[in-house]
């Protein structure tokens, strides 16, 4: 399950959903994304996200896609918001599920890795100081470089 | 146009200024010196451990214009009649802003002097503020104005170096526009420029006549949009991606009629 939404989103909630009705899944893995108070300048009050609607989907389905050929996994849910976001609120949020507990692990930090690097999202900060669009980060490029053969 | 400083087997030499006419000479000269807000803020009230930062380095830059002649090599010593050094506090930048004023009546310029003043008057902040902020940054140190003297009268100009990350007005909502049609009647590509990308070109979505390519690829609508209009040219500062009908693309992948190309930067979800 996809979704890119301005809503907050409930992360317990989610993993029930994922989980329902299922009893041969042995490992659920959730990451929540969070906005920082701080990144680039000190102070950020808020930050919008763009995106490129129809990409979007299609390329964090592609990641999924990926996440599943590598690891056996029973379920994964991804939902990213975009829009005005103020410091402390959920931005994105992966929840897999899978028999075992290392598949599940490996295959959400995969997919962090990836939809950081490879999913059209922009973000803009506001700071104290002014507003400015966020700079890629070489770490972000060499963590999902670990995942190539 | 040639390097006073080396002769005619190129080796360095002092110029010989014995016959040179005295006029009156003078420079102006600025440089910068970054710090936390915080640090700026205990310059200015007075906090800092060492005291009184801000004479303490007009009286180094100072100092330091008077005593050029031993720390460049091939400068005379010259007997300045004024060395002047300011300080502007800038909160918003979180600089301190040195500017340095020479002058005599001579026969070779004090431009070294104006930027020897700023730099040791900017090393000087850092020696005085380094016990609160190790992270301090000096730079944009340059020659702003000068006067007299054979080779005439110097402004710098106004240049606008764009440091990252560039700042901007507030941010759409979050969505763009899809699906629109070409405007024009003509077999034509849908440009799509995203995020910061947008802002910096000023430009959100255009169409572009498919017959205004030479090649029907990415590289020949680069070609053509440049063509179109000069602010496509930045499609080439930076790392600009591109997708064509949302698929990531390169400069090969091809284009034909009612293709929607986006362009944009580096991606930072998540």
């Known amino acids: 399950m996809i979704r890119v939404q301005q809503a907050p989103f409930d992360a317990g909630e989610e993993q029930r959903a994922l989980l329902a009705g299922r009893t041969d899944i042995g490992a659920v893995v959730s990451f929540t994304g969070l906005v920082r108070d701080f990144n680039e300048r000190p102070e950020v009050a808020a930050l919008t996200l763009e995106h490129y609607p129809g990409m979007t989907e299609a390329a964090l389905a592609e990641i999924v896609e990926e996440a599943q050929e590598r690891w056996p996994l029973d379920g994964v849910s991804v939902i990213h918001r975009v829009g005005r976001l103020a410091p402390g609120d959920p931005i994105v949020l992966v929840v897999v599920a899978s028999a075992h507990r290392r598949a599940a692990f490996e295959a959400c930090d995969f997919i962090m890795d990836y939809l950081k690097t490879r999913a059209p999202f922009w973000k803009k900060e506001h700071a104290s100081d002014g507003d400015y669009w966020v700079s890629e980060r070489d770490s972000d490029h060499a963590d999902a470089r670990r995942w190539e053969p | ?270």
């Not at chain 2, 031993?70 to 300011?86: G, K, M, W, Y």
């Not at chain 2, 730099?119 to 016990?131: G, I, R």
């Not at chain 2, 007299?148 to 507030?170: C, W």
């Not at chain 2, 909502?173 to 070409?182: I, K, N, P, Q, T």
């Open chain 2, 1 to 270: 146009m040639s390097l006073t400083h080396l002769n005619a087997r190129g080796e360095a030499h002092m110029v010989d200024v014995a016959d040179k006419p005295e006029s009156r000479r003078e420079a102006t000269a600025s440089g910068r010196i970054h710090m936390r807000p915080e640090t700026l803020a205990l310059l200015a009230e007075g906090g800092l451990p060492k005291g009184d930062v801000l004479a303490t380095a007009r009286i180094a830059g100072i100092q330091a214009a008077k005593r050029t002649h031993e720390l460049i090599p091939l400068c005379h010593a010259l007997a300045l009649s004024r060395v002047a050094v300011d300080f502007r506090l800038d909160e918003a930048e979180g600089c301190v802003e040195v500017t340095a004023s020479c002058r005599l009546n001579g026969r070779t310029g004090v431009e070294m002097e104006a930027l020897t003043a700023v730099s040791v008057a900017c090393l000087t902040l850092y020696d005085m503020c380094k016990a609160v902020d190790k992270s301090m940054e000096i730079g944009a140190i340059h020659l702003d104005t000068k006067r007299g003297g054979r080779s005439g009268d110097y402004r710098r100009e106004a240049v606008e170096p764009r440091p990252a990350p560039i700042v901007t007005g507030e941010g759409q909502a979050g969505e763009v526009s899809l699906g629109s049609r070409c405007d024009i009647a003509s077999p034509c590509i849908r440009v799509k420029c995203l995020a910061e990308l947008r802002e910096r070109l000023g430009i959100g979505e255009v169409s572009v006549p498919l017959d205004s390519l030479e090649r029907q690829d990415v590289a020949g609508l680069k070609a053509a949009l440049k063509a179109l209009d000069p602010r496509f040219s930045r499609l080439d500062e930076g790392r600009v991606l591109c997708a064509v009908n949302q698929v990531m693309a390169g400069d090969t992948t091809p284009v034909t009629n009612e293709d929607e190309v986006a362009f944009f930067p580096p991606v930072t979800g998540g």
